[in-house]
């Protein structure tokens, strides 16, 4: 797979005195994240929806009635993981790519009795659910906050290049 680059060159490799030409791929799973040669999370985002739609489906035709409280056993424990699972490696910045994740969930908390004709806002908070897009932000401001406070064994100053002056008060002469 040649990342961001229109190389033609072949690849081979020997393998038993012969040479064994390597076979060009568009994508690759390394720990089950699919990685594409444009490096978008579009197709992992798909097959995430897709895995997570699929248990959807089963859960709901198991369970034809799901109190709160019962779906949120099942839906954590079942399908979120699907939604969840690496998002920290390809976290989706598309529109369409956060909306197809976003939208399993949305049909999901609609499998609870009484609450078809809420809106998903509300359904949320009923179920003290947030959205995913709200989920991975939390995610990366604790993340942020371990490697500032040093929680975390990672230099920050790969990530982050802190200022001497936080407020740039220095230079300003007004008062405050």
Known sequence: MHIKH???????????????EL?????????????????KPSAQCEA???KARSILGMVHRQFKRLNEQHFLITYKT???PHLEYCIQ???????????RLETVQRRATKIVHG????????RLSQLGLTTLKNRRLRGDLIETYKLLTK?????SQQFFQLTEDPYQLRGNNRRI
């Open 6 to 20: 229109n190389l033609k060159t072949r690849y081979s490799i020997t393998e038993n005195g012969k040479s064994v």
């Open 23 to 39: 076979q060009e791929s568009n994508q690759e799973r390394d720990l089950g994240v699919l990685v594409t040669a444009d490096l």
């Open 48 to 50: 995430a929806a897709n």
């Open 78 to 80: 079942y399908v979120h």
């Open 89 to 99: 490696a390809y976290s989706p910045w598309l529109k369409k790519d956060i909306e």
């Open 115 to 122: 609450f078809h004709n809420l809106k998903y806002h509300e």
């Open 151 to 155: 929680k975390e064994d990672i230099d």
